[in-house]
């Protein structure tokens, strides 16, 4: 990240005919861009939404059954479900990789296929998975951002599938931002009160079990996280490495944002917080990472939703950069604070 | 509004494949454009950005001199202001209307002339305009909105311009909400300390001078109001007869979206309130006709700016109502919440 382009972004946006700072954040999302990129135009967006299953569903933490995770894959691969048309909407596109769904594919177009297990283990009751396949989904991240770097994508967005997904993300912030777990556990789908307290059950014994070290991120992410999970992870820590904004959708995504900034805090400069989830542990790893939300919408579904509607809000900023005439330009008077 | 259309796109919603009501309010403001106009997709969208002089600027409560709004309303006639900007990004045409500024201007492509006055007299020493030009003003704002609907528009903003008319708003805001001048009033485009004890001063001399009458909303706007206000005021009414949403935008124009609603309530069905404004006196009012900001970005700006932004967000919302297949067509398994 520029800070010398930042600047500058900021410099234009200050010169341009309207009291200084007062288009608030839309300023600070073009500017972060520049300063990112060294662009003030957004040439190619995609959102890469990452499957996995996970093995803690036996506790009964979700009120979807897993089957869901495949059948969702499908829907997204045919362009039926809620990313495909928010992203449609944004005017990305949508790709999907299978990091560990319980179910095997066929070829599909628009599915990627790099499942490291069908599903993780069950973390109650051991570890979620190997350090080695934890490794392996960072790196398969990492992978998709360098693929976007040579396609030309200059804007990534966030996204996961998984039923029962919100439970390691809950573990995951519960560890990282060492809060108890009923601070950091919510609904997820719309789990009544019974399935919350079998929830908060399952991830305190996933803690209890595996004792994760908080200051070690992987062994977190291995312990009681999800495959999906370290694929937004290290598809966080590649956009960084290659110098891509990576807007980071809701709960799920946060909690590989988490991960991805605990191995590396500089990651943070290239994130943008899409939304504020409904999820009670959400804002707790936002400050944890220190971003602020760009909406409050009240969504709660993940995919990658809020972070394709949270893209516009960029290009909104840039379109203000690029466009706005300054006070000399336009023969505007300044006023008594410029 | 029609409850029978709300209910079937909030059917709709609810029988698509995610968790019920999880993108939040992106439903609801889809659900809301099918209530009002009965389409799931904007044909056209415009924003009217009214200008208009304020004679309470000789009390020295604009950090801005008063030549800059016809200034700005040849920067929105050639393209070149935020709201240009930002309109464009919403694929929204802007339209200028010259309601009362201090000086003359020649025919321009954008510009709609419907002067009242040349500014309003000083509120702090007697009523900013007579009852008549009140009512002209008003007047004013319905043929725009007759005019829209005539050219296929669909989706309508409310947007403004005039140095010194955070200062009517905030007298509009402590008359109507009955609240102390000093819960209502903050800085404008950037007044200091001093400036904004002026500014404090001149509405309570205007409050105290005219003794408008709270239950009587024309009173209001004619006593300490502005002609822009009124044609935004007078906007918002035509928008509601006409069965047009319309978003309105930050502080002045929720001042007139207050003296609309105090007119009729049932035009409080047809507004989206844009954005949270950094205008301590915004919430306030939002409140007194019932809605909630869509969006939170701190900005100050006004012209139109924000409501074009949030035009952008009810379109996500009719894109999933369009696009988005229900769990039968999806073929997906529905969970235990549904």
Known sequence: VSEEKLAA??????????????????????????????KDKVAGKRVYTFAGDHGVTAEGVSAFPQEVTPQMVFNFVDGGASINALARHAGAEVLVVDMGVATDFEDMDGLIKRKIAKGTANFAEG?????????????????????????GIDLVGTGDMGI???????????CICRLPVEQVTHRGTG????????????????????????????????KVGGFEIGGIAGLILGCAAEGIPVVVDG??????????????????????????SVEIGHHHMLHKIGQQPMLDLGLRLGEGTGGAVAMTLIEAGLQVLRDVLTFDQAGVSEGADQ
């Open 9 to 38: 972004a900021q410099a234009r946006f200050d010169s341009q005919a309207k009291p200084v700072g007062s288009l608030g954040r839309l300023e600070e999302f073009g500017s972060r861009f520049v300063a990112i990129t060294g």
């Open 127 to 151: 570890p979620a998975m190997t350090q080695e396949q934890a490794i392996q989904a960072l790196l398969t991240g990492v992978e998709m951002a360098r693929q976007a770097k040579a396609d």
């Open 251 to 276: 709960f799920i995504s946060t909690a590989g944002a988490l991960i991805a900034s605990e191995l590396h805090p500089n990651v943070r400069d290239y994130i943008f917080a899409a939304h504020k």
């Open 164 to 174: 029962g997904n919100t439970t390691p993300s809950a573990a995951i912030a519960a």
């Open 191 to 222: 789990i009544d009160d019974e399935g919350l307290a079998r929830k908060i059950l399952a991830i305190s014994k996933g803690l209890e079990v595996n004792q994760p070290n908080p200051q070690d991120a992987v062994d977190v992410l291995a």
